[in-house]
């Protein structure tokens, strides 16, 4: 029996809809993010963005720039989502269903890789990596951003402050860090362990106030 790709509950149905209208909220972040990419990448670049959810980064890239975007998922939901959003934006990017540790798409495909606050669900962590090295073209750059395990309260809080939530929510997003992304987060030296083991030999690591920014080339 082929294990599950992802950790806790998958997101279909309900709750990938929920998904997509909460955080819609993090639209100015996924600009921001979008900007901060595109000036690294040259025109016609092919990117991949790994686990896109709602499709909000690769839509936002679509817009600045004339390049190549794909995004893989394992949630059907979610392709369907992320595709009905990239129609109404008025952008092509190519969303497509499948597993990050085993993806379809032939070695040396992409220019560039995102994988945001995804991570740390992946069921096989090591093997997502050297996936993403094996798709990267020779020079090709990865980016994986998520959360780290040792992240204080103090920093965490001040994050959902800046979020500017309401009250409700604001305690949801505690109660889910706290009981399920964190748990699931990893070390700076877990992450170290599973870049050794990707064939990566060039890579950073760089913290933010709750998480990590890696950065990998092939």
Not at 2 to 20: F, I, L, N, P, T
Not at 27 to 35: D, G, I, S, V, Y
Not at 55 to 60: D, H, K, R, T
Request: with cysteine.
């Amino acid at each position: 029996m082929q294990a599950k790709a992802y950790k806790g509950m998958g997101m279909e149905g309900g709750v990938a809809r929920w998904y997509d209208k909460t955080t819609r909220r993090d639209l100015p972040e996924f600009k921001a993010l979008a900007r901060k990419v595109a000036a690294t990448l040259t025109p016609g670049a092919n990117v991949l963005e790994v686990a896109p959810g709602p499709g909000f980064f690769a839509i936002e890239l679509a817009k600045i720039g004339k390049h190549e975007i794909t995004g893989l998922d394992i949630s059907k939901s979610f392709v369907e989502i992320a595709k009905r959003n990239a129609r109404q934006e008025g952008v092509a990017v190519d969303f497509r269903q499948g597993n990050a540790s085993q993806m379809p798409f032939a070695e040396s495909t992409f220019d560039f890789i995102l994988c945001r606050a995804a991570f740390k669900n992946f069921s096989e962590p090591a093997g997502a990596l050297r996936e993403m090295r094996r798709v990267l073209k020779p020079g090709g750059r990865a980016l994986v951003i998520d959360l780290r395990k040792d992240v204080n309260k103090a920093a965490l809080d001040e994050y959902i402050r800046g979020l500017k939530v309401g009250l409700l929510d604001a305690f949801m997003m505690k109660w889910t860090f706290r009981l399920m992304l964190i748990p699931r987060a990893y070390t700076r030296q877990q992450f170290a362990a599973f870049i050794s083991q990707s064939g990566f030999e060039n890579s950073r690591i760089d913290e933010t106030p709750i998480g990590f920014e890696i950065t990998l080339v092939k």
